[in-house]
């Protein structure tokens, strides 16, 4: 499944791209490209490796000062049922804990590490090395939905636009979460059981590698199918079509832009932009100059305390812990951060490939013109046509999904409403493409199975339960 929606992806960014002139010159999807696998290596990749050799050491103490197998003892009635394949003992089921324990206090980039930790743990209980198993598939479902206690990236968001009162989204991105949760659990338990999606025997790898040396000699005798004649077809002829945009007149794209009314949705969208840009920036401005730590009402104050006493808090608990019972702590730290590295080399090639597409598809437009093109139905069915490339863009893309959501939150033109619902849609979802391609590049599993469709069904939930209790709370 990954490889068509990789495929189409790529297709679809470089047509669309082609159409509205950003093949090439500044901006264009190439050059974004160039920048997201820079940014997959230099910005994501080795910056991980420090943190994963950080957290590896301290889940290390954890686990030889026996914290986390008391952890485990008291949840493991709920984790038998979520992970029965899973022995309650096995570590797996430590680092799971503290995955999960992390993305709920809102330590995403810290939770990574622990993350990549259980993955590799659940790879030694996988009977098929190259197959996502039930349990990994059920832990990424949780782990995509991402049930939050304090949404803290939307409410500095918000704080940072100058909206008052950011605190009121906390609870309904709670209840949103709870409900994406509970949709990518149910419907990854539920999916694991049909036998569509039951797990494949491994290829030998001697086996494999000569099926792929001799993969051309069988093509070129079985032919290409019709139906992927029909869609080399289509793809060549819409190249040939942006082609011509691109060396002919420019008045060609100006005239074929302007006649499907595409034109006017670009211009009005890069105003848009450059408006929510500048009015961000005053506000930041103002919000320092404001700044002091007596002006900052109690409640954040005594939030953003919380948050900063959580690692701290587990660092005392590990080696505090760990000292009392006579561990090397500063050997075992070292043991366990040595894999860090290795671990962040192996999902490289993973994250270039995914990143350099989804700067192609972001910098294209093509989620302008998915937008309104979708417009009247939405408005039908009562889902806010402004939130809609917010909602496409979190699965794929972090940085993306915050600009789009800085964008959102500092237009005059939007409500409070508006306004609200994105905050809450934006900490009630997480970006399924990313931590799937990082999670399972991992361990090398290369059939997802039903993973993707598990983590999609539990974005769903929580966009849906965003935008109903956006409009129960702030309506």
């Known amino acids: 499944?990954?490889?068509?929606?990789?495929?189409?992806?790529?297709?679809?960014?470089?047509?669309?791209?082609?159409?509205?002139?950003?093949?090439?010159?500044?901006?264009?999807?190439?050059?974004?490209a160039m920048k997201g696998a820079e940014k997959a290596v230099m910005g994501i990749a080795l910056p991980l490796a420090g943190m994963m050799?950080?957290?590896?050491?301290?889940?290390?103490?954890?686990?030889?000062?026996?914290?986390?197998?008391?952890?485990?003892?008291?949840?493991?009635?709920?984790?038998?049922?979520?992970?029965?394949?899973?022995?309650?003992?096995?570590?797996?089921?430590?680092?799971?804990?503290?995955?999960?324990?992390?993305?709920?206090?809102?330590?995403?980039?810290?939770?990574?590490?622990?993350?990549?930790?259980?993955?590799?743990?659940?790879?030694e209980l996988n009977p098929h090395k190259q197959t996502a198993s039930n349990a990994m598939i059920t832990f990424l479902a949780l782990n995509t939905a991402a049930f939050t206690l304090i949404p803290m990236s939307a409410m500095n968001?918000?704080?940072?636009?100058?909206?008052?009162?950011?605190?009121?989204?906390?609870?309904?991105?709670?209840?949103?979460?709870?409900?994406?949760?509970?949709?990518?659990?149910?419907s990854a338990l539920f999916l694991n059981r049909l036998p569509r999606f039951a797990p494949q025997p491994d290829e030998p790898e001697a086996a494999a590698g000569e099926a792929s040396s001799a993969q051309p000699t069988a093509a070129s005798k079985a032919g290409v199918s019709r139906r992927a004649r029909g869609w080399l077809t289509l793809l060549i002829g819409l190249f040939i079509a942006v082609s011509a945009l691109e060396l002919g007149p420019p008045s060609w794209r100006a005239t074929v832009l302007e006649k499907s009314g595409l034109s006017q949705v670009i211009r009005q969208a890069g105003e848009r932009k450059a408006q929510?840009?500048?009015?961000?920036?005053?506000?930041?401005?103002?919000?320092?100059?404001?700044?002091?730590?007596?002006?900052?009402?109690?409640?954040?104050?005594?939030?953003?305390?919380?948050?900063?006493?959580?690692?701290?808090?587990?660092?005392?608990?590990?080696?505090?812990?760990?000292?009392?019972?006579?561990?090397?702590?500063?050997?075992?730290?070292?043991?366990g951060a040595k894999e860090g590295f290795a671990v962040a080399t192996r999902i490289m090639p993973y994250l270039v490939a995914m990143l350099a597409v989804l700067a192609i598809l972001r910098e294209s437009g093509a989620f302008l013109l998915l937008e309104h093109a979708l417009a009247p139905l939405?408005?039908?069915?009562?889902?806010?046509?402004?939130?809609?490339?917010?909602?496409?863009?979190?699965?794929?893309?972090?940085?993306?999904?915050?600009?789009?959501?800085?964008?959102?939150?500092?237009?005059?033109?939007?409500?409070?409403?508006?306004?609200?619902?994105?905050?809450?849609?934006?900490?009630?979802?997480?970006?399924?493409?990313?931590?799937?391609?990082?999670?399972?590049g991992s361990v090398g599993i290369r059939r997802f199975r039903h993973a993707l469709m598990a983590g999609l069904i539990g974005d769903f939930c929580g966009m849906a339960s965003a935008v109903v209790f956006g409009r129960l709370l702030f309506g």
């Open 1 to 32: 499944m990954l490889n068509s929606i990789w495929a189409t992806l790529l297709f679809v960014g470089l047509i669309v791209a082609g159409l509205v002139g950003r093949v090439s010159g500044a901006g264009s999807v190439i050059d974004a």
């Open 53 to 123: 050799m950080f957290w590896l050491g301290v889940l290390r103490l954890l686990e030889k000062a026996g914290v986390l197998e008391a952890v485990v003892r008291v949840l493991s009635p709920l984790l038998r049922r979520i992970f029965p394949e899973v022995p309650t003992q096995h570590p797996a089921m430590s680092a799971m804990v503290m995955n999960l324990s992390a993305n709920m206090l809102g330590l995403s980039n810290n939770a990574t590490p622990l993350g990549l930790k259980a993955m590799g743990h659940l790879q």
């Open 157 to 186: 968001f918000l704080n940072a636009a100058g909206i008052p009162n950011s605190y009121r989204v906390i609870l309904p991105t709670i209840l949103a979460t709870a409900c994406a949760s509970f949709g990518a659990a149910a």
């Open 276 to 335: 929510a840009e500048a009015e961000l920036a005053k506000k930041k401005e103002q919000a320092a100059a404001q700044a002091s730590p007596e002006a900052a009402p109690s409640w954040r104050r005594v939030m953003d305390g919380a948050s900063g006493l959580a690692i701290p808090a587990i660092l005392i608990l590990a080696v505090g812990f760990a000292w009392a019972k006579k561990v090397r702590v500063y050997e075992e730290f070292v043991e």
């Open 378 to 440: 939405l408005g039908l069915i009562g889902f806010p046509v402004e939130l809609l490339s917010l909602a496409l863009m979190r699965p794929l893309s972090g940085s993306g999904s915050q600009g789009l959501l800085i964008e959102i939150i500092t237009r005059s033109d939007l409500s409070e409403t508006v306004k609200f619902t994105a905050a809450i849609l934006y900490g009630s979802t997480e970006t399924t493409f990313y931590v799937l391609t990082v999670y399972f």
